[in-house]
C-alpha cells in the first residue's frame, strides 16, 4: 500500500511542478450555444420539408436551408393559425416557437403596428398574392421592433391552397 501512496505522491507533485496555467472554461458556453443552434437548425428544416412532403406543396423557389439561417420562418394553415416557427424566433421577439402554435400572427401586433400596412396585409392574404411589407411588431417583453415580412401563399400540387409561409427579420 506504501508504494500507492508514493505513487500518488510522486504524480502530485509531478502535476504541481507543471508550469501550466489553468483558465477557467469559457469556451464551453459557445460550444453548447453552437450545439443547440445546429440541433434547432437541422430540427426547423426537418419539420419545414415534413410539412411540405404532407401537404405535398408544390414547387417553389423558396431556399428554406439559407432562409432558416438569416430569418425567421413562420407557417400557418389557412385560418391563419401558426402550424410552425423557427427556433430563432426567439432571438428575434423572445417567444419559443412553442409559445405561438396554434395563435395568430396578430398577437405580434399592437398599437404602434401600422393598420393600412395590416389592411395591405390582409388584403393580399384574401386574394392569395404574395406581399412584401414592414411593420412594427412586439416583442415578448412588450419593446416595439421593425420587422420586415415576406409572405406568399402555399398552394399543394393540385393548385389548392393549404398554407401561409412567412420570412421574417428585424429591419
Not at 139 to 163: A, D, M, Q, T
Request: proline fraction near 2%; aromatic fraction near 12%.
Amino acid at each position: 500500500m506504501s508504494n500507492f501512496r508514493q505513487y500518488e505522491e510522486a504524480i502530485a507533485l509531478y502535476h504541481n511542478s507543471l508550469s501550466i496555467k489553468t483558465v477557467p472554461v469559457y469556451s464551453w458556453d459557445f460550444h453548447n450555444d453552437f450545439v443547440c443552434a445546429i440541433k434547432n437548425f437541422f430540427a426547423d428544416l426537418n419539420k419545414l420539408n415534413a410539412i411540405a412532403l404532407q401537404n405535398k406543396w408544390a414547387q417553389n423557389n423558396w431556399d428554406l436551408k439559407n432562409s432558416l439561417k438569416e430569418q425567421v420562418i413562420v407557417v400557418t394553415d389557412v385560418k391563419l393559425k401558426i402550424v410552425f416557427a423557427s427556433h430563432n424566433m426567439e432571438t428575434m421577439n423572445g417567444y419559443t416557437a412553442e409559445e405561438v402554435l396554434g395563435k395568430s400572427p396578430k398577437m405580434f401586433q399592437g398599437e404602434a403596428t401600422n393598420q393600412i400596412t395590416s389592411n395591405e396585409i390582409r388584403k393580399a392574404i384574401l386574394h392569395q398574392q404574395p406581399f412584401e411589407k414592414t411593420v412594427m411588431n412586439y416583442k415578448k417583453n412588450g419593446e416595439v421592433y421593425v420587422c420586415l415580412i415576406k409572405g406568399f401563399p402555399v398552394f399543394n400540387s393540385k393548385g389548392e391552397l393549404r398554407h401561409y409561409i412567412a420570412f421574417e427579420k428585424a429591419a
